[in-house]
C-alpha cells in the first residue's frame, strides 16, 4: 500500500511560484512512477506532469511547458512539482499520484493506483 501526502499549495498572485511536494509511505516508492494531476471547477480532472521511478523519464501538459517542474526525492520519499509563472488558469486542486513502473509506462496515459487528497493552488489576476 502506497499512501501520499500533498503539500504546499496556496494562494499566490499571477507570476508567482510555488513548490508542491507529495510525501509517500512505504519503502517501495522507488519502484513508483508519479504524476500531478489537477481539477478545476466545474472541469475534468486532467494530467499535468509525470516522471519515472529514476527520474529519467518526464512528460508535461503542453501548456505548463516551460513553466512547471517535475522532481522526485528517493531518499526522502518524496516528489515535487515546481509551479513558476502561475497563471490564474492554473487555479485548481493538485494531486499526486503514484503508479508501479513498468517499461511500457507513459505517464499521461497510465492508471494510477494510488492518490493523494489533493492540495489548492489559487492564482490571483
Known amino acids: 500500500q502506497v499512501q501520499l501526502v500533498e503539500s504546499g499549495g496556496g494562494l499566490v498572485q499571477a507570476g508567482g511560484s510555488l513548490r508542491l511536494s507529495c510525501t509517500t509511505s512505504?519503502?517501495?516508492?522507488?519502484?513508483?512512477?508519479m504524476g500531478w494531476f489537477r481539477q478545476a471547477p466545474g472541469k475534468e480532472r486532467e494530467f499535468v506532469a509525470a516522471i519515472s521511478w529514476s527520474g529519467g523519464r518526464t512528460y508535461y501538459l503542453d501548456s505548463v511547458k516551460g513553466r512547471f517542474t517535475i522532481s522526485r526525492d528517493i531518499a526522502k520519499n518524496t516528489g515535487y512539482l515546481q509551479l513558476s509563472s502561475l497563471k490564474p488558469e492554473d487555479t485548481a486542486l493538485y494531486y499526486c499520484?503514484?503508479?508501479?513502473?513498468?517499461?511500457?509506462?507513459?505517464?499521461?496515459?497510465?492508471?494510477?493506483?494510488?492518490w493523494g487528497q489533493g492540495t489548492q493552488v489559487t492564482v490571483s489576476s
Open positions: 512505504g519503502r517501495t516508492f522507488r519502484s513508483y512512477a
Open positions: 499520484a503514484a503508479v508501479k513502473y513498468g517499461s511500457n509506462w507513459y505517464g499521461p496515459a497510465a492508471k494510477y493506483d494510488y
